[in-house]
């Protein structure tokens, strides 16, 4: 007994329902057509044997134009007029169950997520909002206490043949250090007002780092300070004034160079002069009790800093706004150098916002804002950043840069790379550039022995986030030098030449930043631009492949409901599809046998248009 298929024929019908095809078309060409009362036979035949219910179905698939009825009007069928799915859905009132409901309800909600998240810029929003100085922001915290590890770094240039010196030989200098000062820093005695700004105060404690530096207490011979700025002001007093002061510091026998401690020299010793100066000096240029060049640093500092929160405007966060309630610097009289309008080194302008290429940073030990210009990107610690230095013509003579004019003295002819601060040192002739007079005229390096200037030791730079504005990392290196006088009716100095003598030069500034700050930083520049488009792409993704989903089985039902023959085509393709891979992996087994006919015309006297009616299998003897 043989199996016959005909799954040619049920695949025909099965396309005609689907696509909406009227049967007159192809079918009428293969198959008569028969108007007798045999074709009435044959019908009530497969209507008996196909059930009663699958007759209602064809005749109400017949007038809804897809049917038995369209194959009676003949010819080609037109497509242009075919229902779409979704129409059919619609017209037909296709109910959708709850749990198919509450999918499209959530695909939608994805999707408009998806919309929402990768259109609106959020994440700058989010980012902008706790960069600014507010209470309990994130950049507070960071701002307020930084918590990241701030070094000083001293060096001091010892004399080694100072007595060479006074008979006119080049000075020998030899660096000792470094001297490493742990700087534990936060902002007290804060006060947010309401034009969006905030007030503070810095306290710094310096605690030396021994297994960073030297012994401290490393003798060093240096200029008499003290000593050497009451001479140098002494021709300007008059020939009588000046020998009188001979006279004293004579009697007092003080000497043109001292032998201090690396200690004492950087935080203070003893000195007559200097006790005299605090006694008598006018308050506003009274100097400390004792003679330290970072002296002021540890403690609770006196100035009173306001900078701008950002609330108004990211153009110039973090920048001051007033020192002690002045809005310019007063130690100096003429724009620019009395602006203030510079960072205090927490936070800068972002770049991303500003699109400058210039930052400013005020120091109080510099006496002055100083500018930053942008060179290039950089990256640290898989960061992205932006690198600043210090231009060549920040310090130095007018001609090259006529911002420095008003720096200078009448008196003083300027020279590239010095810088006057002597308002900010109560008077004394103290001069900023860089260490070992990097970028300076060659004269100041050629006037002594002992300097050798490098570009990656001794240059000041920043390395910012172009994003927020906050430093990776930075280091402002500076050079103090003593401006001397010569002061021929003083006899204790009268062999000290007119000379710009260095006493040292120090690196302060960040390296790292702790853990916890470096992983927001990544977290907001670099791992969030990256997942936030991918995350709102998927979204979309999901959103529109579960509302597709849905409408697709919906359909898929609706038309397995309407034709049940259908579902049982898929049933066998599916059963074809694994036959054919076991067929595959077992062809060796069947090479002797007899091969099989799958598909067998039938005489045409059994072929009619009712032919979806006729049974899938058949017996044959």
Known sequence: MGLQKHYLRYGRSARDHILGLAGGGRRNTIVKTHTSDNVHHNNGYNSHSSGSHGTHRRSHGGAGGGGVGGEHGGGMPNLTNRPTPLSMLISQGVKINNHRLAVIIIGIVILILGIILSTIPWLDYFILKNLQLW????????????????????????????DGFLNGEKPRLTEVGPFVYREDMQKVNIHFYDNQTVSYQHKKILQFVPELSIDKNTPIVTPNIPLLTLTSLSPKLGYLLSKTISVVLTAAKFKPFINVTADQLVFGYDDALVSLAHRFYPKHLRPMERMGLLLGRNGTLTEVSTIKTGQQGMEEFGYID??????????????????????????????EITKSNMVYLYDKDLCRVIPLQYQKGVEKDGIGADLYILPENTYGDSSSNPDNACYDPSDYEPLQGLQNISPCQYGAPVYIS???????????????????PNKSEHETYFKIQSKLGVPLEGKVRIQLNLKVTRAKDVYPVKDFRDFVFPVMWLEEGISELTPAIRRWIYLATVFAPIIIPISSYLLIFGGISAIAFIFVRAYQNFVFARDPTLEILEMGRRSLRRGSSFIAQHQHKFMHRESYTLLKTMPGDLLDDSEDAIPIMTNSS
């Open 135 to 162: 209470n309990d922001t994130l950049s507070f915290h960071y701002w307020q206490r930084p918590g990241v590890v701030r070094l000083t770094k001293v060096y001091i240039y010892n004399v080694t043949n100072p």
């Open 322 to 351: 007033r020192l002690n309630g002045l809005d310019h610097l007063p130690h100096w009289h003429k724009p620019p150098c009395n602006r203030i309008a510079a960072s205090e080194g927490s936070f800068f302008p972002p770049r």
């Open 434 to 452: 860089n260490p070992h007079f990097y970028q300076a005229n060659e004269s100041l390096l050629n006037s002594v022995e002992g300097l050798s």
